[in-house]
């Protein structure tokens, strides 16, 4: 059985720090691009972050550049995201998903592309 769990969210103040991680289990994991997705209220979901299978390449959204580091840890079948300098517009449920491809990450991988299996979301609420 295939299952992704994001874990890590919670309640923090502007300027604040987070890690959210995403286990993973039932697929060959190092196969998998992972990408970090979030929904605000009343908002579309986004695309945040993505990482390559081989852990080399890795693709953040300008919102979140510089304040978000995303990384992966094959042997443990986790992704992170490391989040930095929070803002009250970093308010979501964030969700992790797993993408069999193997490519340079690009805004592409976070938009023109079907994801596969998907995690239950983690809440992520920053305060002003």
């Known amino acids: 059985e295939v299952q992704l769990q994001a874990s890590g969210g919670g309640l923090v103040q502007a300027g604040g720090s987070l890690r959210l991680s995403c286990a993973a289990s039932g697929f060959t994991f190092a196969d998998y691009t992972i990408g970090w997705f979030r929904r605000a209220p009343g908002k579309e979901r986004e695309g945040v972050s993505c990482?390559?299978?081989?852990?080399?390449?890795?693709y953040s959204v300008n919102s979140v550049k510089g304040r978000f580091t995303i990384s992966r840890d094959n042997a443990k079948n986790t992704v992170y995201l490391q989040m930095n300098s929070l803002k009250p517009e970093d308010t979501a449920v964030y969700y992790c998903?797993?993408?069999?491809?193997?490519?340079?990450?690009?805004?592409?991988?976070?938009?023109?592309?079907?994801?596969?299996?998907w995690g239950h979301g983690t809440q992520v609420t920053v305060s002003s």
């Open positions: 990482i390559s299978g081989n852990e080399i390449s890795t």
């Open positions: 998903a797993a993408l069999r491809v193997l490519a340079t990450m690009s805004p592409a991988t976070l938009t023109g592309y079907e994801y596969e299996y």
